[in-house]
């Protein structure tokens, strides 16, 4: 009868007796551990190819130091995360950066009525090498936490803390929201409203902004604000608010195409022609414009981009190819359809 001492998976101790090094040895050069010499390496990588040896992840990460893991942070409840289009290409964006590589993703979204606080502690803990942040808010106090972690982050929309250390990729919405706004006005509409994102979050301030910019050049008034909140049901709220408010408006820029869908809605409920009567103006062009009626216009927000480069941003650092200092802003691009 034959004894085949590899019918079962090799050991390290084996691997260390074939290269003829100490078992310490092996690990460190199977692991990316220091103090390895060249020879001791190439001897140990011999045998691991020669063995067939496969790394044990939890012996490997203490040895680095690493979870071979990564967190994608949304701190919003899972039927928001589920349901809007925006978040949805955030994660397909990050999936597909991650894609060759070993790396695991940990998805972290937030309870019902719950604060980021526990968020914040699972960073604090050690439990993942680096992490993407996405859809946060003031109060979070996500910032913090990456700071006094000292962990390895990008942010997908402008922090609400501003640190050299801070990293962050976004479109350059006051820029994009000026943009959209000035589109109504060469339409030739004189009483612009706009619904506005969260004023908690960077995006909705500074969509606000880019409104108020814009209306402020043309010298056209800026009163007609209501603030929404992402979702199609704000939208309609808002929307139903600026009429009763403003009922002589003839414009309305919304700060996402789901609340600009709700606007649509209510401008229709209420006899308002679009475009004749009222130009509708949204922000994303992520599936849900080109399906409104009418058609939306809209700026197109390149998220599953800004979510490769944001996870590749992350995966520089990691891996030691240098650390990104300033923050990555991609233009937003105006699609015309027929809501202008």
Known sequence: MSNDRHST????????????????????????GDRVSPEAQAAVDDAVARLGYTPNRAARSL????????????????????ADPFLAGTLRGVGHALDPTDLQLVLLIARPGEHAGRIARYLKGGHVDG???????????????????????????????????????DVDNVAAAR????????????????????????????????????????????????????????GAIAMQRLLDDHPDLDGVFAASDLMAQGALRVLQSAGRRVPGDVSVVGFDDLGVAAATTP???????????MARTATNVLLD????????TRPILYPAELVERASV
């Open 9 to 32: 998976a090799p050991t390290l101790e084996e691997v260390a007796l074939a290269a003829g090094v100490s078992r310490s040895t092996a690990s460190r050069a199977i692991n990316g």
């Open 63 to 82: 040895v680095t130091r690493r979870t071979g893991s990564i967190a994608l942070v949304i701190p919003e409840p899972d039927g928001r995360v589920l």
């Open 131 to 169: 992490a993407i942040i996405a859809s946060h808010h003031q109060g979070d106090e996500l910032e913090n936490a990456i700071l006094a972690a000292q962990l390895p982050a990008v942010f997908i929309g402008r922090p609400a803390v501003l640190a050299e250390s801070l990293v962050y990729v």
């Open 179 to 234: 943009r959209a706004t000035q589109r109504l006005v060469d339409a030739g509409r004189k009483r612009i409203a706009t619904i506005a994102g969260p004023l908690d979050m960077s995006v909705g301030s500074d969509r606000l902004e880019g409104w108020r910019a814009a209306l402020t050049d043309a010298r056209l008034d800026v009163t007609a604000s209501a603030d929404g909140d992402f979702t199609l049901t704000g």
């Open 295 to 305: 058609p939306l216009t809209t700026l197109r927000n390149p998220v599953e981009q």
């Open 317 to 324: 650092e990691l891996e030691g190819r240098g650390r990104a």
